[in-house]
């Protein structure tokens, strides 16, 4: 094999090349804990909301988790006794608000475990573990991890909790849960440090819980109206909340949960059950991370006009999701106790105009222009260097959908939707357009869930939470 020559530009180059991506990480030690240890009673609580998927979910009737660990002989949605566990409650003449189960939350994630049978076993993949290293680093004391014993801080106050929802149902409504959680927080946070009045909390929120935090800000603890108008716009979550940080979160929506909702989604490939459209088409909160119609992500494969995937007639016109023909065995397992499969198929398609009406309802809540009160600060960390799937096209005949294209964003989500950048669809116009009043934008080159874990977000947030002058 003959040996390459290399010019001295070329070798030059190379070293630069090389220099550049050495990946430095600031010393947070060094930066931070003089700060932390001398904040005392400026110091805020933090409240970490994680995204969809991003709360343990069980059941007490069952041992093994309903969400949280594919483990062998965990809640299975590939079968019967499974996907009725995963799945939502549907029955015609109920609002969503009623269809409960006895599932409920009870941790953050910082971790999926996979252990599915005797060959594969202790896989994990990380989940929210860095933001927690990231407020550990500012002497952040978790509550959650305290009370279970995980860590000794020595009777030491609690500054930081874990918000942990049920990430399957509406999102507003989990936003009415969360305010019970801020003024446990607040108390907690007052007996700590002897104060006359309780502090205002700042909020870390991933994902989807950027949308929960989005909605209590501006609304508090206030439910979307069964009617279908919409909340008086108060601010009154804000009156809690300081500082806002928002990472990846799909404000103006994404196009794969289109996807998901009408092909179903496998998290690990081969190794994790399938959850089949009609799974995850009970549950409302992924309809409220659809695209809007109004932003053309969604156009027909032949005209290129959009598509108003806000119908539930244009759902059974292609056969997607909850009424795709071909997932009768799935509504059979959901629905036993219904006498045909012609009841099921009217209590599914009752169920998905139920859910795409209150997405729309959400959509309209969160999306209307509104100046936030002078104490708030909005903070957003975006990703913009993976390609991000944009636009999707429907062909006419069969409803099939195909990526038409992508745009910069995390994978997951477009920069474009973080920013709720309300040009998308329309004619070009100088300066983002959004009815969210962001104090700060960072851009990080990594993907969804690696934007937690690069260390330029690690240092940002912990100046914004404990040195940014207020």
Known sequence: MPIARFSPVLLLALLMLSACSSDPRPDLGALYNEPAQKIGAARNPVIVIPGILGSKLEDPAIETPVWGAFTYGAADPDTAEGARLVALPMEEGKPLVALVDNVSPTVVLDTVKLDLALFIRGLEIEAYDEIIKTLAAGAYRDQTLALAGAVDYGGAHFTCFQYAYDWRRDIAEQAAVLHGHVLAAQDAAKDGFDLDEPPKVDVVAHSMGGLVLRYYLRYGAQPLPEDGSLPELTWAGAQHVETAILIGTPSGGSVLSLKQLVEGVNYVGLITPTYRPAVLGSMPSIYQLLPRVRHARVVDETTGEPIDFMDAKVWKQYGWGLTDPGDARTRRWLLPDAKDDAE???????????????????????????????HLRLVLYAGDVDETPDVLSVNPETGELKIKSEAPGDGTVTRASALMDERLGGDYKPRLRTPIGWDSVKFIPADHIGLTSDPSFSNNVLYELLERPR
């Open 344 to 374: 099921r198929e009217a209590i599914a398609y009752e169920h998905l105009q139920k859910s795409l009406a209150r997405a729309d309802q959400f959509f309209r809540a969160v999306d209307r222009p509104a100046d936030p009160p002078a």
